[in-house]
């Protein structure tokens, strides 16, 4: 998905093309566009943490290091490519864009819990701490303090928890 802002007058308008199609959508809308483009960078993250996990003996990131943040900038890469039809073989290292800042952030690192990510998910949305946009990454240790699972969470473009069905936090997970 590509956007261009334009600068116009109150209303302003954000541009966003979509599979060769052009949509304007007023500020009532962006929140809405941002919230997908946030949902779309988790599950980038997502998929570098699977990717990571087919490489290390199906164990996933213990934190967001250098090593994950390969796979994230792979990962991100490989859905431009796909979306966009180019070719980044070759390409340096890529960063997820925060659509609320429109600056690279990689996501940050949750603190390592025992808990599940079905847990985080009952939870009642709370204060947030992220700045709006931002990701969190957790890594999901077991009983044998192996990271097995992960769950990945966001705030949205309001800086409040990033909810899901039924106003429920909304959390990616390999469970």
């Known amino acids: 998905m590509n956007g261009w802002k334009i600068n116009v007058p109150a209303p302003c308008l954000l541009v966003v093309v979509v599979s060769g199609g052009l949509w304007?959508?007023?500020?009532?809308?962006?929140?809405?566009v941002r919230n997908v483009l946030i949902k779309r960078n988790m599950s980038i993250v997502q998929e570098a943490a699977e990717g990571y996990a087919k490489e290390h003996s199906g164990l996933y990131p213990r934190t967001v290091d250098d090593g994950f943040k390969h796979y994230i900038s792979t990962a991100f890469l490989e859905k431009q490519r796909r979306i966009q039809g180019t070719n980044t073989l070759g390409a340096d290292l890529a960063e997820l864009t925060n659509p609320c800042?429109?600056?690279?952030?990689?996501?940050?690192?949750?603190?390592?819990?025992?808990?599940?990510?079905?847990?985080?998910?009952?939870?009642?949305?709370t204060v947030w701490n992220l700045r709006p946009g931002s990701i969190e990454y957790t890594a999901l240790v077991d009983a044998d303090n192996r990271v097995a699972s992960y769950a990945i969470r966001a705030s949205n473009y309001q800086g409040n928890c990033m909810t899901g069905i039924g106003g429920r936090p909304f959390v990616l997970s390999n469970k």
Do not use: F, I, K, W
């Open 101 to 125: 800042t429109d600056r690279p952030e990689m996501p940050l690192a949750g603190s390592e819990t025992g808990g599940s990510a079905t847990s985080m998910r009952q939870q009642q949305p």
């Open 24 to 32: 304007l959508v007023n500020d009532q809308q962006t929140g809405g």
